[in-house]
């Protein structure tokens, strides 16, 4: 393995790591699909030739074995992390900072799941993976001005959803 190829698995661990936990919502489980989108990158020698494409091959790897995973589980309900983390992020002493972090949180992820799944995809791709649009447009294999419409509508549809619940907590 090269260090060109090294520096660029681990410069992008944790943003794949973010993607596959943010569509399957279970932390472990996350970290398992991580590891199996590196094994499967590194076992295609040929795909990793092309150092220009490697970025958007390892980001439709984890898309895809992220989907595939939430689809073979559709029967049970996956468990969430996404509170854990942000309880750590607020200091318990401050019970009244940690229920709003958990309140907006449950707001903002309500919010993103009653999203179209496109819109959704291209909305995390973009803002929790730091992709741009070529390579969102790679990654779900649609044009990039497809990923433009999805993530505009995407972000109307958030303020839709979630204006309402500020408006609500100004009063």
């Given at each position: 393995?090269t260090?060109?190829?090294?520096?660029?698995?681990?410069e992008?661990?944790?943003?794949?790591?973010r993607?596959?936990?943010?569509?399957?919502?279970?932390?472990?489980?996350?970290?398992?699909?991580?590891?199996?989108?590196?094994?499967?990158?590194?076992?295609?020698?040929?795909?990793?030739?092309?150092?220009?494409?490697?970025?958007?091959?390892?980001?439709?790897?984890?898309?895809?074995?992220?989907?595939?995973?939430?689809?073979?589980?559709?029967?049970?309900?996956?468990?969430t992390e996404?509170?854990?983390?942000?309880?750590?992020?607020?200091?318990?002493?401050?019970?009244?900072l940690?229920?709003?972090?958990?309140?907006?949180?449950?707001?903002?992820?309500?919010?993103?799941?009653?999203?179209?799944d496109?819109?959704?995809?291209?909305?995390?791709?973009?803002?929790?993976?730091?992709?741009?649009?070529?390579?969102?447009?790679?990654?779900?294999?649609?044009?990039?001005?497809?990923?433009?419409?999805?993530?505009?509508?995407?972000?109307q549809n958030?303020?839709k959803?979630?204006?309402p619940?500020?408006?609500?907590?100004?009063?």
């Amino acid at each position: 393995m090269t260090d060109s190829i090294s520096n660029t698995i681990q410069e992008l661990s944790g943003k794949v790591f973010r993607l596959i936990h943010r569509i399957v919502s279970d932390r472990e489980q996350a970290k398992d699909l991580t590891q199996d989108v590196f094994v499967k990158v590194l076992r295609e020698p040929e795909r990793v030739r092309d150092l220009t494409k490697l970025k958007p091959y390892i980001f439709r790897s984890a898309y895809n074995t992220a989907l595939n995973f939430k689809r073979d589980l559709s029967r049970r309900q996956a468990k969430t992390e996404f509170i854990k983390e942000e309880l750590t992020l607020v200091n318990p002493r401050q019970p009244d900072l940690l229920l709003e972090s958990v309140e907006v949180s449950n707001h903002v992820k309500g919010a993103l799941d009653s999203l179209a799944d496109k819109q959704r995809e291209a909305l995390m791709l973009r803002f929790y993976s730091d992709l741009v649009i070529a390579e969102i447009a790679d990654v779900m294999a649609v044009s990039q001005g497809s990923v433009k419409v999805h993530i505009a509508r995407g972000l109307q549809n958030l303020k839709k959803c979630l204006l309402p619940i500020l408006r609500e907590e100004k009063s």
